[in-house]
């Protein structure tokens, strides 16, 4: 048995779990784990401005690959209750990331001192576990557990607090015979997959509602390998969607109140089964549950138990991990079909692709200031279906959704529920830690962007280029639109008259200067015509000097958002484009 500092103990667990790369800040609080890690020299370490900004780039980095786990360090006190958005973040995303926090000493706990917060408690709504060691022996073990509680059932966060005597403190641990514990994942059972075939059989005009579970378990390919087996169309969730790509003949659009297409709306109100499937039934999905639901019948397959009946009480519900229960509806699925127990889905497949063909928005408006739908129709011809968007809330993440194409699992990298401003830039250098070769473009409004906008520096700091469209309206665009519901325009707007940047009028930050300052490259564009040449521009900065590259776009004032309060009366404020459908058509999006 090898004898170690309780801290060096924690950094052997965590190579051995496979974590090679972390984000944090340090403190004195937590300066013997930063030691350990050095001595260990193992693992690279990203050091942020702000540890909340730590926490989201933890995210991002989990987001970008398949059995990624983001670590993001700080030290005691306020470090802690800045992660508290990261993690109240990833834990309604079902997104596992480890943060990792110093505390004071044992014997001061209760004295009330300096930093000294009980950091577990304050955390504990927002994790799957969250405590405070107390025994130097059990560090190893409690790092340990910690990975096993992420990876098993419903993922998610856990926070680890060290009193600074526990980290120092010697202990006995044999790495090296050191294995991670099994994952639990609950699986489905023939008798549940074959009631949901049943089910599912009799109905005249199914779909199946693809959720972000079927990507957190790396299963998009058996989603479509199953959507094609039955020919049966798929509605992904904002957190789904690149399950199937949005040009296969077989995605239907996306539902909701907010990010969704006219097309996929109109298909889920026709429809009269969903197998809904790693999915929450999120409100800005659903909007009212009586809209929602009449007139069809629901099976929910969520790997979480208490999931299924939150939202409403479906026909079935099946307690699966998303993959497993894929592979058993596929085995089940292909003998039914041998037998002919299917029906012939292709006239409603056909009604689906007529709406897909037909049922658009405009975006191709010419006007300056420039409407910000005309943006998306460029980042649409700029960037291939390589890119991975990276967004946060706001008109911004609304209007993307309904505009942009996402052609592959992970490419569309959202915080779903908790959308806290600020989130999208630190992710989106996760994302790039996680994948140097990726094309990484982030979507931010201008109050976003200034929320978290010290995190630039760390992209110059660490070499970490990606595009990062900000669209600027000088305005917080979503609420301004929700106060016109209460006849106000009240403490939304950003805009001033900026004595260092007379030459933006009243758009107020100069985000460029902002950007160069902290070493990065900017660019600013007014017009239409111009957003191409931005985006090469952009793309040969990133190139030459490795670094982010902000491409600003200005826009109208004022532009409301299609949306609206059920998914049956969404609200379109421009112009709406109802083409013609022609037998002959190719389906794309």
Excluded at 45 to 55: I, K, M, N, P, T
Excluded at 128 to 149: D, G, R
Excluded at 307 to 331: E, K, N, T, W, Y
Excluded at 379 to 395: C, E, H, K, P, R
């Amino acid at each position: 048995m090898a004898r170690m500092t309780a801290a060096e103990a924690a950094v052997r667990v965590l190579e051995r779990e496979g974590i090679d790369v972390c984000f944090g800040v340090p403190g004195a609080a937590i300066n013997p784990f930063y030691a350990a890690m050095q001595r260990r020299g193992t693992m690279r370490h990203v050091l942020a401005r702000h540890v909340e900004g730590a926490s989201h780039m933890a995210e991002g980095y989990t987001r970008a690959n398949a059995g990624n786990i983001g670590v993001c360090i700080g030290t005691s006190g306020p470090a802690g209750t800045d992660m508290i958005t990261g993690l109240y973040s990833a834990i309604a995303d079902s997104i596992p990331i480890l943060c990792i926090t110093g505390q004071a000493p044992r014997a001061r706990l209760h004295k009330e001192d300096f930093q000294a917060i009980n950091v577990p408690d304050i955390a504990k709504p927002v994790t799957k576990w969250a405590l405070t060691v107390l025994e130097p022996a059990q560090v190893p073990y409690v790092f340990q557990q910690a990975f096993h509680l992420m990876r098993s059932g419903r993922p998610g966060p856990v926070l680890i607090d060290l009193p600074i005597d526990v980290q120092m403190a010697e202990i006995e641990f044999d790495d090296e015979t050191y294995e991670p514990l099994p994952v639990y994942k609950p699986s489905a059972t023939r008798a549940q997959v074959e009631k949901a075939l049943a089910m599912f059989a009799a109905a005249e005009r199914p779909l199946v509602v693809a959720g972000g579970g079927i990507i957190n378990a790396d299963a998009s390919d058996k989603l479509v390998e199953f959507a094609e087996l039955l020919g049966v169309p798929v509605i992904p969730t904002l957190m789904g969607w690149g399950t199937i790509p949005d040009d296969h003949p077989l995605m239907a659009g996306m539902v909701g109140l907010q990010t969704a297409h006219r097309y996929g709306n109109a298909t889920m109100l026709k429809s009269d089964f969903v197998l809904g499937i790693g999915n929450r039934w999120a409100n800005r999905h659903t909007g009212s549950v009586e809209v929602y639901t009449k007139g069809r019948k629901f099976v929910h397959v969520d790997i979480e138990p208490t999931q299924i009946g939150r939202v409403f009480m479906p026909d079935l519900g099946i307690v699966s991990d998303a993959g497993a229960a894929l592979d058993l509806f596929i085995a089940v699925a292909k003998e039914w079909k041998a037998e002919g127990r299917f029906k012939d889905l292709g006239g409603w497949v056909k009604d689906c692709q007529g709406r897909k063909r037909s049922m658009h928005r405009r975006s191709d408006f010419d006007q300056v200031p420039m409407k910000p739908q005309r943006v998306y129709q460029e980042m649409n011809s700029a960037f291939g279906q390589d890119t991975t968007y990276v967004t946060t809330i706001g008109l911004s993440q609304i209007a993307g959704a309904q505009f942009l194409h996402v052609y592959k699992p992970r490419h569309w990298i959202n915080c779903g529920q908790a959308g806290p401003l600020g989130w999208t830039l630190p992710a989106a250098l996760g994302v790039r830690v996680a994948d140097p070769k990726r094309r990484i473009v982030a979507l931010s409004g201008d109050y976003d962007f200034q929320f978290m906008i010290e995190e630039l520096a760390v992209g110059a700091q660490h070499k970490l280029p990606y595009i990062h469209v900000l669209v600027n309206n000088a305005y917080l665009g979503l609420i301004r639109q929700a106060q016109r519901a209460f006849q106000m325009d009240f403490q939304v707007q950003l805009s001033f008259e900026n004595i260092n940047a007379p030459e933006i009028g009243v758009y107020g930050v100069d985000h460029v200067a902002v950007a160069e300052g902290l070493g990065c490259k900017a660019i600013r564009v007014t017009e239409p015509d111009r957003i191409q040449e931005a985006f090469t521009q952009a793309q040969a900065w990133m190139d030459q000097y490795q670094v982010p590259v902000v491409v600003e776009l200005v826009l109208e004032r004022v532009t409301n958002i299609s949306m609206g309060a059920d998914i049956d009366s969404v609200t379109e404020f421009e112009e709406t484009l109802d083409l013609p459908v022609e037998e002959s058509e190719t389906v794309l999006v």
